[in-house]
């Protein structure tokens, strides 16, 4: 069974810095496209920064130049470096694989890790 498992989240004050990991464990053949999404209090899920399958980066314009999507791809461990964050970054991050191919040969659709959350106050 595929999993992927968020960790990272916390209190940090304004103008801190955090870093999520996601970890993708399970019989796993490979993963092209994966991305963070963030529910804000309130607000419906959004993306805040993904890797398209083509390798290239996506981020939402409040993130820009904040947040930094990377990725390990030989352990598949997704990373979103947080920097300068705000009070309305507070949310609960969530990692995604819209799809994972497995060694069985079978594909995931639509995985999602369990969320992790990050409050911004001070």
């Known amino acids: 069974q595929v999993q992927l498992v968020e960790s990272g989240g916390g209190l940090v004050q304004p103008g801190g810095s955090l870093r999520l990991s996601c970890a993708a464990s399970?019989?796993?053949?490979?993963?092209?496209?994966m991305g963070w999404y963030r529910q804000r209090p309130g607000k419906q899920r959004e993306l805040v920064a993904a890797?398209?399958?083509?390798?290239?980066?996506n981020y939402a314009d409040s993130v820009k130049g904040r947040f930094t999507i990377s990725r390990d791809s030989a352990s598949n461990t997704l990373y979103l470096q947080m920097n300068s964050l705000k009070p309305e970054d507070t949310a609960v991050y969530y990692c995604?694989?819209?799809?994972?191919?497995?060694?069985?040969?079978?594909?995931?659709?639509?995985?999602w890790g369990q969320g992790t959350l990050v409050t911004v106050s001070s």
């Open positions: 995604n694989a819209p799809v994972i191919t497995t060694n069985s040969g079978t594909r995931d659709l639509g995985v």
């Open positions: 399970g019989s796993i053949f490979s993963i092209t496209a």
């Open positions: 890797f398209t399958s083509g390798g290239s980066t």
